[in-house]
């Protein structure tokens, strides 16, 4: 009896890891092969399970990004982590808005679905199978940088939001235009549950301070994140995380 009472829990105990590993971390403690092997998966069903809202969408996300590109309408934006298109198509979808956008993701398949999303736009989008922890662009080649809800499945999160500001532009000196980051923070009770791998608001502020940012805002979004807005400046603190090399 005492045998199988053993097995049980052992099988219990096997089910919890497993459960807490793919579903509530979705393969975030055992590397970045098997993220992306896990979104392609679901690459065909994602948008159907996030169950984007278009007018949500332009509120929260398409139109503050398009306001802050008021005045650089004709850039060309990053999106990192784009999976199926999300951030190209909120963009396309703002009539002030009159740049590009290149998406870029691990995940093969959600890329294919992001391909046929955008097919109409091909003219002002790419999508790109990179890594997130080495961006395959130059120190400060974008105005706008986005990475939405991914920064949590990434190797080292810290790392990953230093490689996004390495890519960035610093603001306009003079105007305060341009250079502004678009990311997001796990919240809820399954970001308790990825230890170093999401972080409480006090300890994000803390992170987001040993960078060149400034106008840094946690604005309340879903249940389960925080938008988070900053904009990069000139300055001493970037070599702390090597942001120019």
């Known amino acids: 009896m005492l045998f199988w009472i053993i097995v049980i829990s052992l099988l219990i105990f096997i089910g ?10 979705e393969g975030a403690y055992l590397g970045a092969p098997l ?10 069903r994602y948008n159907k399970i996030k169950d984007f ?5 332009d509120f929260w996300v ?11 309408p004709q850039a060309t934006i990053l999106d990192v982590a784009t999976g199926t298109g999300r951030i190209p198509l ?4 703002q009539p002030s808005f009159r740049g590009r956008v ?3 993701d691990r995940a093969s398949k959600m890329l294919d679905v992001a391909r046929r999303d955008l097919a109409a736009h091909t003219d002002r989008v790419s999508l790109v199978q990179a890594d997130a922890m080495a961006l395959p662009f130059a ?8 990475c939405m809800e991914a920064l ?5 999160p810290t790392g990953g939001l230093a490689e996004l500001i390495r890519v960035l532009q610093p603001a306009s000196p003079k105007q305060s235009q341009g250079g502004w980051l678009l990311t997001t923070q796990r919240i809820g009770w399954e970001a308790r549950l990825m230890p170093g791998k999401t972080w409480n608001q006090d300890q994000l502020l803390k992170i987001l301070s040993c960078f060149p940012l400034q106008r840094i805002e946690i604005q309340i979004w879903q249940d389960i994140y925080n938008l988070v807005w900053a904009q990069k400046v000139e300055g001493c603190l970037a070599d702390k995380f090597n942001l120019d090399k």
């Open 35 to 44: 993220v992306a092997l896990l979104y392609d998966w679901t690459a065909e």
């Open 53 to 57: 809202e278009p007018e949500a969408e």
């Open 90 to 93: 909120d963009l396309l979808r």
């Open 62 to 72: 398409g139109e503050p990004l398009a306001q802050r590109l008021r005045h650089q």
């Open 139 to 146: 120190s400060g080649s974008f105005p706008t940088v986005t």
């Open 102 to 104: 290149i998406g870029l």
């Open 152 to 156: 949590e499945f990434l190797p080292n």
């Open 16 to 25: 919890l890891i497993l459960y807490w590993q793919l579903i509530v971390a």
